[in-house]
């Protein structure tokens, strides 16, 4: 077993400058629904079963198709690339070496291309809706160009949260001279990042998005870009229009209400994702375990449903799972273990967590992560 999540995160904050490590950390607003998520999973108790034969546990399972030696994958994050050298590459080698999937985000580093030839595996993908459909379709292109086995729209978005973290350290603000001098302050006070990202790990342009769509800000311009491109004219009326495009399984994340779900469903989705966004857009609303059951009530096995939010251990997948996830997806977690190691690091932490499932399902005799459910939970 490596190390725990938590010393992972602690690692990545001594590595990274601080505008890159609160992107990762931080929340929306006083980040109260961030800390809503870890403590909802930490409330959550477990039956404690004995004499109970352990000896063979299953923990693969089966996912839109796809074999997954555990169940989970890894969720999309943005700017992965700038945590370590060429990230997101490093991270999809981690995740096909453990047999779990790895999810691009639209705002990777690295281009879909690039990730799947390096890391020599197709890679999910990940799509916020725009006011370019244009746009859109060709990324949808590219993704089937690329066999992207699935596509997760992310529909939490329609307009940025206030991240207040990002405005203090520098992510988004201070403009002008006094946020340059505290950015280049950031990376030169930080050598070892300096040394393997900043100059070892360019190009720093969005992979996904061509030059000419984002203009000549860049990396740094796409605040403005992406504030002024997310389209809030989007409905349920646009699943069809993606659908027409896009002939895999639609995965919809960005739910908390069970009527969100029923429409998703009455719109043909293929799987939801019950997700917060990490407590990074709506502040105050439920923590994702808390959202769970009622929308896997209301799918009541229709399509897979899988959850994020405020896992950092083996026990927290399980206690997901005991909720009525089918699996689940992790984001800081990987982001964090990408920031302190690169490509070990996330090695390191999925590694860890099969270890840490592996315990948690021996001692709740649990022995086949297809088989968890409200049993496991005390009344």
């Given amino acids: 077993m490596g190390r725990p999540i938590c010393d992972l995160r ?27 998520n870890r403590d909802a999973l930490r409330s959550i108790a477990l039956r404690q079963r004995v004499m109970t034969d ?8 089966t996912l839109f198709g796809q074999s997954l030696a555990l169940p989970l994958a890894l969720a999309p994050v943005g700017f992965a690339g700038m945590y ?24 990777s580093i690295c281009g879909l291309e690039e990730v799947v030839r390096d890391s020599g595996a197709p890679v999910w993908f990940q799509l916020y809706m725009v006011r370019d459909r244009g746009f ?41 001279w006094r946020g340059a001098a505290m950015r280049a302050w950031q990376g030169a006070t930080h050598p070892a990042w300096l040394w393997n990202v900043q100059l070892n790990g360019r190009p720093h342009g969005f992979g996904n998005i061509p030059p000419e769509v984002i203009g000549e800000g860049g990396v740094g311009g796409f605040a403005d870009w992406i504030k002024s491109n997310l389209d809030p004219t989007v409905t349920w009326k646009d699943i069809a229009w993606l659908r027409e495009r896009w002939d895999g399984p639609i995965v919809i ?9 029923r429409e998703a469903l009455a719109c043909g989705v293929d ?9 990074r857009q709506l502040d105050g609303v439920p923590a994702s375990a808390s959202a769970l059951p009622a929308i896997v009530e209301e799918v009541a096995g229709r399509v897979p449903v899988l959850a ?35 490509e070990a690091g996330v090695a390191e932490m999925l590694a860890t967590l099969r270890s840490e499932l592996e315990v948690a399902m021996s001692l709740t005799g649990c022995t086949d992560v297809r088989e968890a459910g409200r049993h496991l939970l005390v009344d």
């Fill in 136 to 176: 859109c379709q060709a990324l949808l292109q590219r993704a089937r160009a690329a066999a992207s086995p699935v596509l997760l729209l992310t529909v939490d978005l329609p307009i940025a949260g206030a991240r207040y973290r990002d405005l203090r350290s520098g992510m988004s603000g201070p403009a002008g």
């Fill in 253 to 261: 994340k960005g739910l908390l209400d069970r009527a969100d779900a």
């Fill in 308 to 342: 994020d939010g405020g896992i950092r251990s083996g026990l927290d997948v399980l206690r997901m799972l005991a909720l009525g996830a089918d699996a689940c997806l992790v984001g800081r977690a990987w982001a964090y273990a990408l920031g302190a190691a690169g």
């Fill in 10 to 36: 602690e690692a990545a904050k001594a590595r990274l400058p601080r505008l890159l490590f609160d992107y990762i950390d931080g929340g929306s607003y006083d980040e109260v629904t961030l800390q809503r």
């Fill in 54 to 61: 352990i000896s063979s546990l299953r923990m693969d399972t």
């Fill in 84 to 107: 370590a050298r060429r990230g997101e590459v490093q991270a999809a080698r981690a995740a096909k070496a453990a047999g779990v999937p790895f999810c691009l985000s639209t705002l």
């Fill in 271 to 279: 799987g939801i994702v019950v997700s917060n966004h990490g407590g």
